[in-house]
């Protein structure tokens, strides 16, 4: 099975909907990031977390809401979907340092 | 001005031959890390190697190894005995203020250097 797990792998949705992409992990590790990848580019930082009590916003927070339900668990939300939101999503998690396990992320595309 | 530069937009390497990938970087912090990933074609990211500011040697991770050169701010990514599964976009990135209480954990990205092994 995989370290680092995302659901849904790809998702279509409309303008103004609500949306819940969900991470697991089985690596143990503390340090939780969510990053969003637009064509051609690298990684963009949307949220990170140290604990489920630690939540930190990244450099491209705004029109997105994370929860750490558990040590393993990560969401991310899109309160209301634009079209300008239509990106690669990926989870990934570290002991330290940065992003080392990465989901196979998530595919959104948003009408 | 960029923070990370990938002067290689593309690059062929023979299979069983060793590549060097370029990269350099800008910054006036002391205390930085500088990370490699790999995105084959299917769009996962794969992290391959990572190096501190204060690391005394050079990184390796299998045939993975990183040429630091502090002075000239390069931290080229070596893969020896390239293979056909190595062929996939790679990006350098850069973390910024290692061990200060302010730190982000934001990642400098280059733009990428798309790498093609041929049998």
């Known amino acids: 099975d995989a370290d680092v797990t995302q659901t849904p792998r790809n998702r279509i949705t409309k303008t103004g909907k609500r949306i819940m992409l969900e991470c697991s992990q089985t690596?143990?590790?503390?340090?939780m990031y969510w990053y969003r990848q637009d064509p051609g580019l690298g990684l963009q930082l949307i949220y990170y977390s140290f604990d489920v009590k630690d939540i930190n916003k990244g450099e491209i927070s705004d029109g997105y809401s994370v929860s750490r339900q558990a040590q393993a668990k990560f969401s991310l939300s899109l309160e209301s979907a634009i079209p300008n939101q239509t990106a690669l999503y990926f989870c990934?998690?570290?002991?330290?340092?940065?992003?080392?396990?990465f989901g196979p992320g998530t595919r959104l595309t948003v009408l | 001005a960029q923070k990370i530069t990938q002067t290689q937009p593309g690059m062929f390497v023979q299979e069983k031959e060793a590549v060097t990938l370029d990269c350099t970087y800008d910054?006036?912090?002391?205390?930085?890390?500088l990370f490699w990933y790999k995105q084959p074609s299917s769009g996962e990211m794969i992290f391959l190697i990572y190096?501190?500011?204060?690391?005394?040697q050079n990184a390796t991770e299998g045939r993975y190894s990183l040429n630091f050169q502090k002075a000239r701010k390069s931290a080229n990514l070596v893969i020896s005995a390239s293979q056909l599964g190595d062929s996939a976009m790679y990006f350098c990135?850069?973390?910024?203020?290692?061990?200060?209480?302010?730190?982000?954990?934001?990642?400098?990205f280059g733009s990428g250097t798309r790498l093609l092994v041929r049998p």
């Open positions: 190096q501190g500011s204060y690391d005394q």
């Open positions: 910054t006036s912090d002391p205390s930085y890390g």
């Open positions: 990934a998690t570290s002991l330290g340092t940065g992003p080392k396990y």
């Open positions: 690596k143990g590790h503390d340090r």
């Open positions: 990135a850069m973390r910024e203020g290692f061990g200060r209480m302010d730190s982000s954990y934001k990642l400098i």
